[in-house]
């Protein structure tokens, strides 16, 4: 069988399947020439004076059933815009509109090349959904950072 769900280079074809979220409604584009494969990646850049996270969110969510005791792994390749940023691939499971669980795989900008950022959430229930975010924390227009290679997928 396939895995759950899967939205490796997605980007190529444009963000559908993404919305912006976080913060004061950071801006995301699809742009090209700065790209971890392929031509396409998503920058995000805040649009508040204030730090706060600015990032984006699957929407509609991926994955609308889970089955218990199997584990979905979130992944997404990050590109800093300065050193010091803290880069995030979330994924949360709920039980309608409670959230049970989140685990997250962080990373602090040591530098601003492409970085493999992953999380894996054991889903506790079965029927459940899961959403997958990749965000920065405290980020203050108008600081940005790339993601690209994005995925959330689940073994046979």
Do not use: C
């Amino acid at each position: 069988a396939a895995p759950a769900q899967s939205a490796l280079d997605a980007l190529e074809a444009g963000l559908t399947g993404w919305a912006g979220s976080y913060g004061a409604s950071p801006t995301i584009a699809r742009v090209s020439g700065v790209a971890q494969d392929g031509t396409w990646s998503i920058r995000v850049t805040a649009t508040s004076a204030t730090a706060t996270g600015a990032g984006f969110n699957d929407n509609p969510r991926w994955v609308l059933s889970t089955v218990a005791g199997k584990p979905y792994t979130a992944s997404a390749w990050v590109k800093a815009g300065a050193v010091g940023q803290r880069l995030i691939v979330q994924l949360r499971e709920w039980n309608g509109s409670t959230l049970v669980s989140t685990v997250r795989g962080e990373w602090v900008a040591t530098d601003t090349t492409w970085h493999q950022l992953s999380a894996v959430l054991t889903a506790a229930g079965s029927g459940r959904n899961l959403s997958m975010a990749v965000f920065a924390a405290n980020l203050a227009a108008p600081a940005s950072f790339h993601a690209d290679s994005l995925s959330l997928t689940s073994p046979n």
